[in-house]
């Protein structure tokens, strides 16, 4: 923000000018959730993305607050910076606007040790398109990030490269786009027996005889859907069960916890 006000005097105005031609946007120009207005949030309705993005903005406005502590008791950071305390030069948009710009430009580094697992690159993210399956990554060479790609590219071709394994809630809150294709994406659907059934017993016992839990996650990843839904089915259509005596064979059987059809779900 300090080097912003200093515009075309500041080392880093060329960096600050491209960031703000993508306005701390990510790929494809997507502005990330955290700028968006509370209408646009609703978007989210139902999703527990929604949530993320609020807490994040409450740890985002938490940082802003403290900024005038820290100017105080560490004003040798801000010398060269002959303006007003953070807060009085900044209002808390401008501050949330650096933050996701800032956010979007930190890169997951590849071979390297997880204490040197992330970097900065001012014109990484913005400049790259991003995808979860490809072989293209950035890694650490000594000191430097760099760029290793898997093919050859022309001229104006964008460069794809790999984001690591992040699902695409954590994309598109740190740098507003999602992966249609990622495997690392996923969706977990709580199914649970009902406490009340007068059969419960019965069925948490056929449950914890396939491995399932009387409350149990399933995660639906991209590409792995029917492995999924033919994993859920069996357990969602014992916790339908009324009839006793069709527990009982259940219990007397040796075969999976409740065989059923896909076109017979009650």
């Not at 990510?26 to 959730?33: I, K, R």
């Not at 403290?66 to 303006?83: H, I, K, N, V």
């Not at 990484?124 to 979860?132: A, D, E, F, N, R």
């Not at 792995?224 to 005596?245: C, F």
Request: charged share 25%.
């Amino acid at each position: 923000m300090y080097e912003k006000k200093q515009g075309k005097d500041s080392f880093w105005y060329p960096y600050i000018k491209e960031l703000d031609r993508q306005r701390g946007r990510g790929q494809l120009a997507v502005e990330s959730p955290l700028l968006w207005s509370e209408s646009e949030l609703n978007y989210l309705k139902g999703s527990p993305i929604r949530d993320q993005v609020v807490a994040r903005n409450e740890g985002i406005r938490r940082e802003y607050n403290e900024l005038d502590t820290l100017w105080f008791m560490a004003g040798s950071l801000f010398q060269q910076y002959p303006f007003d305390i953070p807060t009085e030069a900044f209002p808390f948009e401008i501050f949330k606007q650096a933050f996701v710009a800032v956010q979007s430009c930190v890169v997951h580094l590849q071979k390297v040790s997880l204490a040197r697992r992330f970097a900065l690159v001012p014109l990484g993210p913005p400049l790259l398109t991003y995808k979860s399956n490809c072989k293209a990554m950035l890694t650490a060479v000594g000191d430097s990030v760099r760029l290793v790609v898997d093919r050859p590219y022309k001229a104006e071709e964008p460069i794809i490269v790999w984001c690591g394994p992040q699902p695409n809630s954590r994309l598109l809150l740190n740098y507003g786009f999602i992966d249609e294709d990622n495997p690392f994406d996923r969706i977990v659907i709580e199914a649970s027996l009902n406490t009340e059934d007068p059969q419960f017993q019965e069925k948490r016992m056929v449950a914890q005889r396939n491995g399932k839990l009387a409350i149990q996650n399933f995660h639906v990843c991209v590409g792995k859907e029917k492995e999924t839904i033919a994993e859920m089915l069996p357990y969602l259509r014992l916790g339908y069960i009324s009839d006793p005596d069709e527990i009982q064979a259940i219990l007397s059987s040796e075969g999976d916890t409740c065989p059923v059809s896909l076109l017979a779900l009650p």
